[in-house]
C-alpha cells in the first residue's frame, strides 16, 4: 500500500492577514488544491472564503488562482497573476515558489503556517507525523 505524505499547514488569524493589507491594493489569493485542501486550510472553499471576507472587509480582490500542486514551481509558472498583492493558502514551499515566479515588487503574505509532515489516513484525513522544529 502507499503511504501518502504531505504538509500539515493551520490557518493564520484573519486579523493578522488583514492587517498586512492596504484599502488601495488589488488582492488575488492563491490556494493550494492539494495539502492545504486537505487540511481544510486551502482549497477552492478556504479560498472563496477568505475572498469574501476580505471583500466584506472593504478590500478589493481581483483574482482568484486554485493551483494544484504549488510546491511544484512549474504549476506557478503557467498561471496568471493579477493585482499587486497575493494572499496565499499554501505551506512555506508554495509562498516561496511564488516569490521566484512574481516580481519582487508584488507582496505575498502568507495565510498559513506550516506545521509538521503528515499522512492521510484511509478515510482521507490529515495526521501529524512529524512536527517541524
Not at 495539502?35 to 466584506?56: F, S
Not at 486554485?66 to 514551481?73: S, T
Request: charged letters at 30%; glycine letters at 10%.
Amino acid at each position: 500500500m502507499k503511504k501518502e505524505k504531505m504538509i500539515i499547514t493551520e490557518s493564520k488569524p484573519y486579523e493578522e492577514i488583514r492587517k498586512q493589507l492596504k484599502k488601495s491594493d488589488k488582492i488575488g489569493v492563491v490556494s493550494c488544491g492539494s495539502c492545504a485542501k486537505i487540511c481544510g486550510t486551502g482549497g477552492e472553499k478556504a479560498m472563496k472564503k477568505l475572498a469574501l471576507n476580505l471583500q466584506k472587509d472593504g478590500f478589493k480582490v481581483v483574482d482568484m488562482d486554485l493551483i494544484g500542486v504549488p510546491c511544484n514551481i512549474a504549476q506557478l509558472e503557467k498561471a496568471q497573476f493579477h493585482g499587486n498583492v497575493s494572499v496565499v493558502l499554501a505551506c512555506d514551499a508554495g509562498v516561496e515558489n511564488l516569490r521566484h515566479v512574481l516580481d519582487k515588487n508584488h507582496k505575498i503574505i502568507g495565510a498559513l503556517e506550516s506545521i509538521g509532515v503528515g499522512r492521510v489516513d484511509k478515510k482521507g484525513k490529515p495526521h501529524l507525523v512529524r512536527k517541524f522544529k
